[in-house]
């Protein structure tokens, strides 16, 4: 993810990359195939929201305070409308989802999300 210049925001949709993985390896032990493409399927659109919002984050040139508040505003905005339209997508194209492991995933990736605070900037610091 080398379009992604923000180390906490990088570091983030990772975590939430490798926790869809454990999600649906664990489903597809525990519950069945279909637990396991709901994991997937729920973790995915929290990546694909945040990477949206990374990208956005990742093209601000600078220009003040002003502009960076719009920068994250448009990002935020940009993040809803595509958690919307995938949850959209999922929920009328998939009949079989299991609605538990599917929202269960899409919200700790959600919350894993908001952990971007408590990853430093620096390289050097965990």
Known sequence: M???????LRIIIQWQLLFTLIAALGCSVWVSEIGAISALLG?????????AFALIISLH????????IRTALRAEAVKIVVIVILLWQVLTQFENINLIVFIGTFTVAVIINSMALLVSEDAKII
């Open 2 to 8: 080398p379009w992604i210049k923000n180390r906490p």
């Open 43 to 51: 973790g995915f659109i929290s990546v694909a929201s945040s990477s």
């Open 61 to 68: 040139k600078g220009g003040g305070a002003g502009g960076a």
